[in-house]
Nanobody, 119 residues
Framework: QVQLVESGGGLVQAGGSLRLSCTAPGSIFKLYTMGWYRQAPGKQRELVAAFTGGGRTNYAESVKGRFTISRDNAKNTMYLQMDSLKPEDTAIYYC?????????????WGQGTQVTVSS
């Protein structure tokens, strides 16, 4: 069973910052596309930010300019720096590792970490 371990969520006031971390097994971290998703109450899970290959990144429009995805390959760890947080950023944040093969897509998820932004 592949384990993605997240940490760093919590309660913060609007305008504040949090940094999420996700550690994955080395083989997964090196070969899979890594990203962050979130799911707010009553809403579908959505992409927040992800690495798209070749060092490129992709962000949801709602977080551009406020969130930064990064990675430390030596530590097999991915980060999500969240600044200027808004109440609408409140959600459970999930780490994701994805690989598309000729036989289908392999998807691994972390357990989720709660981020709550108070107004």
């Amino acid at each position: 069973q592949v384990q993605l371990v997240e940490s760093g969520g919590g309660l913060v006031q609007a305008g504040g910052s949090l940094r999420l971390s996700c550690t994955a097994p080395g083989s997964i971290f090196k070969l899979y596309t890594m990203g962050w998703y979130r799911q707010a109450p009553g809403k579908q899970r959505e992409l927040v930010a992800a690495f798209t290959g070749g060092g490129r990144t992709n962000y949801a429009e709602s977080v551009k300019g406020r969130f930064t995805i990064s990675r430390d390959n030596a530590k097999n760890t991915m980060y999500l720096q969240m600044d200027s947080l808004k109440p609408e950023d409140t959600a459970i944040y999930y780490c994701n590792a994805k690989a598309t093969t000729p036989f289908g897509t392999n998807d691994y998820w972390g357990q989720g970490t709660q981020v709550t932004v108070s107004s």
